[in-house]
């Protein structure tokens, strides 16, 4: 395990967002790089990201599905928006093919996208995401479907070894007036990333599987 400077960038809101689905639209710049696109369905193409999606028998105690709904997702300012849209279950940028799964059991419930991009786009996905924790280490707010969620600061955490670029992030995040952890991995290898997501933690045998699955 290691920490990474980038660990603080990605993923605070997912899991405070729930464990939302696949976060869609919000705040952002007119810049491509900024504007999400991930689809719970998407198919990857042959050799890619299909092969590098969990199934049920990768996580002992899991039930890995594909959700078919898609969440809309806010930020009060836009330079927090990578962060949020990373960390609600959505690829940052425009990535070429998107791949997304949940994994639930043992009371945790973990929301994973793929993304695949093209040419150096998935590096400069972390470095949004790491300026953009470096723009809301102090919190922010977002809104999911209307639903104001406030995270609170956001702190680095360790990351695994074994890929191009990991970060870890940790988080509170107040919903409703009741406050829980929320915790984040994503995970570089290449041209692609895995976007993890859940609360109030990431279960070592969802990220442990998802780790060894990117790599090929």
Not at 141 to 160: F, M, N, Q, R, S
Not at 174 to 193: H, Y
Request: net charge neutral.
């Amino acid at each position: 395990m290691t920490r990474r400077r980038s660990a603080a960038a990605a993923v605070v809101l997912c899991a405070l967002l729930s464990a939302c689905d696949v976060a869609s639209g919000g705040a952002g710049g007119e810049d491509g790089l900024l504007k999400p696109t991930a689809q719970p369905g998407a198919t990857a193409r042959a050799g890619g990201l299909g092969s590098a999606a969990l199934v049920s028998r990768d996580t002992n105690g899991f039930t890995v599905s594909t959700p078919d709904d898609a969440r809309k997702v806010r930020v009060t300012r836009d330079a927090c928006a990578p962060l949020a849209y990373a960390l609600s279950g959505t690829a940052v940028g425009r990535p070429a093919t998107t791949v997304v799964r949940k994994a639930t059991g043992e009371g945790a419930e973990v929301t994973v996208v793929l993304a695949e991009y093209a040419s150096d786009q998935a590096q400069q996905a972390m470095d949004a995401i790491a300026t953009a924790l470096d723009e809301c280490a102090a919190g922010f707010t977002a809104t999911v479907d209307g639903d104001e969620h406030k995270v609170g600061k956001v702190a680095p955490e360790l990351a695994p070894e074994g890929v191009d670029q990991a970060m870890g992030v940790g988080a509170t995040v107040t919903r409703s007036g009741r406050a829980a952890p929320a915790k984040a991995v994503i995970l570089r290898s290449g041209n692609a990333i895995a976007y993890l997501s859940g609360t109030p933690s990431i279960p070592a045998a969802v990220l442990d599987a998802q780790l060894v699955k990117l790599r090929g």
